[in-house]
């Protein structure tokens, strides 16, 4: 049974940081691309970031990048993101979500349940 927990998420100030975390299991964690999505109130979901199984490949929304940054251990089946220069617009709740392959072109078959980040002062 596949399992998706996501963690880290919070109350931030803008421009401060946050890192959250997905634990996975019931699959072989290193053979998927893994990727974070998010739905802030009243919009529909936005792709923010994914990563190849074997981290030779990161995608990030223009929104985000230079600013979050994904990664995976592989060894500990964990997915993490590192959100840098938080501004209210990235207030949402974010949700790690298992690809059907090892790259982040196939479609995401498992999804968490999310964790909320709210960006204010």
């Known amino acids: 049974q596949v399992q998706l927990v996501e963690s880290g998420g919070g109350l931030a100030q803008p421009g401060g940081s946050l890192r959250l975390s997905c634990a996975a299991s019931?699959?072989?964690?290193?053979?998927?691309?893994m990727s974070w999505a998010r739905q802030a109130p009243g919009k529909g979901l936005e792709w923010v970031s994914g990563?190849?199984?074997?981290?030779?490949?990161?995608y990030y929304a223009p929104s985000v990048k230079g600013r979050f940054i994904i990664s995976r251990d592989n060894a500990k089946n964990t997915l993490y993101l590192q959100m840098n220069s938080l501004k209210p617009e990235d207030t949402a709740l974010y949700y790690c979500?298992?690809?059907?392959?090892?790259?982040?072109?196939?479609?995401?078959?498992?999804w968490g349940q999310g964790t909320q980040v709210t960006v204010s002062s």
């Open positions: 979500t298992k690809a059907a392959g090892d790259n982040i072109n196939y479609a995401h078959d498992q």
């Open positions: 019931g699959f072989t964690f290193s053979s998927y691309a």
């Open positions: 990563i190849y199984s074997d981290t030779t490949y990161t």
